[in-house]
């Protein structure tokens, strides 16, 4: 196995270890190099089509796997370009494809870091979660005015899942809409799948994912309109790893659980 293949396999494993101050090194440096904006009007299309040649062209030979290019759009370092892979990895290009770092661009601002990465997913994010039908949710709402919403991706079986949603009477108390996702962790053929699935088809679906979390067994009951798939597959994209994984209105990701006031705190309104 070659070290690009390595890296392809383990990109994310390999993020999640480097530590943040490494990240924020490169990309200081990247960034002070290449103060000046870039003007997106002077962005040339071809240059995005050379740097998508060379990039799926050079993996695909030393990776021995094809890694299509997604979208490749220009930074505000000078001569840097944003590059998504298909599988959700993003990469620092230069202009001529010769050069790339993995990792999170930051743009300093007066004395501030500003994680452009970041910024960038959440708008993604918030734009995939908006193209979501609610109907394919289970909502739990708040009987009085909803002042804001997250969405969780969850699974039955698993326990921050279920200490999550016990939280769920006083988030609906706080004003906070519960929208919940389908993400089975072990996949869409598990039985944590076919569990998920029997509440997205159940008449009475809180309930039944109610009953679930609790460790009630319940005969599977699947249907062609279950949305487990979709929502699994969406989840994948948008970067979930694990459960529950919570996404604001505003398009953050937190992963991991958190109880009811700290949602209040994070979502700002306490």
Do not use: C
């Given at each position: 196995m070659t070290r690009l293949q390595r890296f392809i396999q383990c990109e994310?494993?390999?993020?999640?270890?480097?530590?943040?101050?490494?990240?924020?090194?490169?990309?200081?440096?990247?960034?002070?190099?290449?103060?000046?904006?870039?003007?997106?009007?002077?962005?040339?299309?071809?240059?995005?089509?050379?740097?998508?040649?060379?990039?799926?062209?050079?993996?695909?030979?030393?990776?021995?796997?094809?890694?299509?290019?997604?979208?490749?759009?220009?930074?505000?370092?000078?001569?840097?370009?944003?590059?998504?892979?298909?599988?959700?990895?993003?990469?620092?290009?230069?202009?001529?494809?010769?050069?790339?770092?993995?990792?999170?661009?930051?743009?300093?601002?007066?004395?501030?870091?500003?994680?452009?990465?970041?910024?960038?997913?959440?708008?993604?994010?918030?734009?995939?979660?908006?193209?979501?039908?609610?109907?394919?949710?289970?909502?739990?709402?708040?009987e009085g005015d909803v002042r804001d919403y997250i969405m969780v991706f969850t699974d039955v079986t698993c326990f921050y899942c279920q200490k999550l949603h016990k939280e769920v009477e006083a988030l609906n108390d706080a004003g906070i809409e519960v929208r919940y996702l389908a993400y089975p962790r072990a996949g869409v053929d598990s039985d944590g799948a076919k569990k998920l699935a029997t509440a997205w088809c159940a008449k009475d679906r809180q309930g039944t994912l109610t009953k679930l979390k609790a460790g009630a067994v319940l005969p599977v009951n699947t249907c062609d309109e279950s949305p487990v798939t979709a929502q699994y597959e969406l989840g994948s994209r948008l970067g979930v790893r694990g459960t529950p994984a919570i996404i604001t209105s505003a398009g953050e990701m937190i992963p991991g659980y958190k109880s009811a006031d700290q949602l209040e705190r994070v979502l700002g309104l306490n």
């Open positions: 994310r494993q390999q993020l999640k270890n480097t530590p943040a101050w490494l990240w924020l090194v490169v990309f200081f440096v990247v960034v002070v190099l290449g103060a000046a904006k870039a003007n997106s009007d002077e962005f040339d299309p071809k240059t995005a089509d050379a740097v998508i040649a060379k990039l799926t062209e050079t993996l695909a030979k030393n990776a021995g796997i094809d890694v299509p290019v997604a979208s490749v759009t220009a930074t505000e370092a000078q001569g840097l370009l944003e590059v998504v892979l298909e599988n959700g990895l993003t990469l620092y290009v230069d202009e001529s494809a010769s050069h790339f770092v993995v990792g999170d661009l930051y743009a300093i601002r007066d004395t501030d870091l500003v994680n452009l990465t970041e910024q960038k997913r959440e708008t993604d994010r918030k734009a995939l979660i908006d193209s979501v039908n609610i109907e394919d949710m289970i909502v739990f709402s708040p």
